[in-house]
Nanobody, 123 residues
């Protein structure tokens, strides 16, 4: 069992940066692939970035070059550094975990989810 708690969301202006954190409970974090998803009003939840247990990363095309995912296994925490934020990045951001070493890019590939943190980017 893995419990996930996101933090770091907020209201920012276009061009600003935010860093989201996701703290995980449990002893298996280092063997989990982790993902960040987002869901805007009226839209489906979509992958933003993911990181494998061996630090292989994946990014959605819409965030490549602006966002960076990383993990600290000593702290059981995964991060999402978001730079050059745009209004289209406004969404609830969710952290997800799967007890498998390799990345998945769909919501069905993840077993555990956080409660989400709101990110709002004003123009």
């Amino acid at each position: 069992q893995v419990q996930l708690v996101e933090s770091g969301g907020g209201l920012v202006q276009a061009g600003d940066s935010l860093r989201l954190s996701c703290a995980a409970s449990g002893r298996i974090f280092s063997r989990c692939a982790m993902g960040w998803f987002r869901q805007a009003p009226g839209k489906e939840r979509e992958i933003v970035a993911a990181i494998s247990a061996s630090d292989t990363t994946y990014y959605a095309d819409s965030v490549k070059g602006r966002f960076a995912i990383s993990r600290d296994n000593a702290k059981n925490t995964v991060y999402l550094q978001m730079n050059s934020l745009q209004p289209d990045d406004t969404a609830v951001y969710y952290c997800a975990a799967r007890p498998i070493l390799h990345i998945a890019t769909t919501t069905t590939g993840y077993d555990y989810w956080g409660q989400g943190t709101q990110v709002t980017v004003s123009s």
